[in-house]
């Protein structure tokens, strides 16, 4: 059983920055994939960005591209994930949730089918 444990999420200003950190411990060194998803009140969630454990190919939403960058590895039984959020927005307001334990990268399946371990989630809140 996996253990994810987000941090760093916090109140921000429009085209602030904020890195968010995850960490994910158990069985993790078979694991495929390690991301960040968000839901905000009254939407549906949302892929942000996927990581590979595998070979380090990163993938991201389609909205957050080129704002986001999104780092990982696993080291034993421990999985990190970090991103690097700028140029904010307050439509990213959002709760952000750090998953892992899924075979793809598949940012809309794994969101839509709530595939994987999920942590308990770190508001991110963009307003001035």
């Known amino acids: 059983q996996v253990q994810l444990v987000e941090s760093g999420g916090g109140l921000v200003q429009p085209g602030g920055s904020l890195t968010l950190s995850c960490a994910a411990s158990?069985?993790?060194?078979?694991?495929?994939?390690i991301g960040w998803f968000r839901q905000a009140p009254g939407k549906e969630r949302e892929g942000v960005s996927c990581?590979?454990?595998?070979?380090?190919?990163?993938?991201?939403g389609a909205s957050v591209k080129g704002r986001f960058t999104v780092s990982g590895n696993n080291a034993g039984n421990t999985a990190y994930l970090e991103m690097k959020m700028n140029n904010l927005k307050p439509e990213d307001t959002a709760v952000y949730y750090c998953?892992?334990?899924?075979?793809?990268?598949?940012?809309?399946?794994?969101?839509?089918?709530?595939?994987?371990?999920w942590g308990q989630g770190t508001q991110v809140t963009v307003s001035s």
């Open positions: 998953a892992t334990d899924f075979a793809t990268c598949e940012l809309d399946v794994v969101a839509r089918y709530n595939l994987g371990s």
């Open positions: 158990g069985s993790t060194s078979d694991y495929y994939a």
């Open positions: 990581i590979s454990l595998v070979n380090g190919n990163t993938f991201y």
